[in-house]
C-alpha cells in the first residue's frame, strides 16, 4: 500500500501562485509515476501533469503548460506541482496519484490522496 497526502491548497487572486506537495509513504517504489489530476464542481476529474519518478520525465496537459510545472524530491519522497499565473479555471479539488505508468487516464492509477482545494478568484 501506498499513501499520499496533498497539501498547499488555498484561496489566491487570478495570476498568483500556488505550491502544492504530496508526500508518499508505505510501499513507495522508483518505478511509480505521480500524476496531479483535478476535479472542479459539475465537471469531470482531469489529468495535470505527471512525472517518472526514476528519470524525471514530465507531461502536461495542454491547459497548464508553461503555468505550471511538477518535479520531485526523492529524498523527501514528495511531488511538487508549482502553479504559476493562476486563472479562475484552475479552481478545483487537486489529487495527487501514483500508478504504474505515465498516461493521463486517471483509472489506471492504483493510488489516490485526499485532495486538496484551490481556489483562484477573479
Known amino acids: 500500500q501506498v499513501q499520499l497526502v496533498e497539501s498547499g491548497g488555498g484561496l489566491v487572486k487570478a495570476g498568483g501562485s500556488l505550491r502544492l506537495s504530496c508526500s508518499a509513504s508505505g510501499r513507495t517504489s522508483n518505478s511509480y509515476v505521480m500524476g496531479w489530476f483535478r476535479q472542479a464542481p459539475g465537471k469531470e476529474r482531469e489529468f495535470v501533469a505527471g512525472?517518472?519518478?526514476?528519470?524525471?520525465?514530465?507531461y502536461y496537459t495542454n491547459s497548464v503548460k508553461g503555468r505550471f510545472t511538477i518535479s520531485r524530491d526523492a529524498a523527501k519522497n514528495t511531488v511538487y506541482l508549482q502553479m504559476n499565473s493562476l486563472k479562475p479555471e484552475d479552481t478545483a479539488v487537486y489529487y495527487c496519484a501514483a500508478g504504474g505508468r505515465l498516461t493521463t487516464s486517471g483509472g489506471e492509477y492504483d493510488y489516490w490522496g485526499q485532495g486538496t482545494q484551490v481556489t483562484v478568484s477573479s
Open positions: 512525472i517518472v519518478w526514476s528519470g524525471g520525465y514530465t
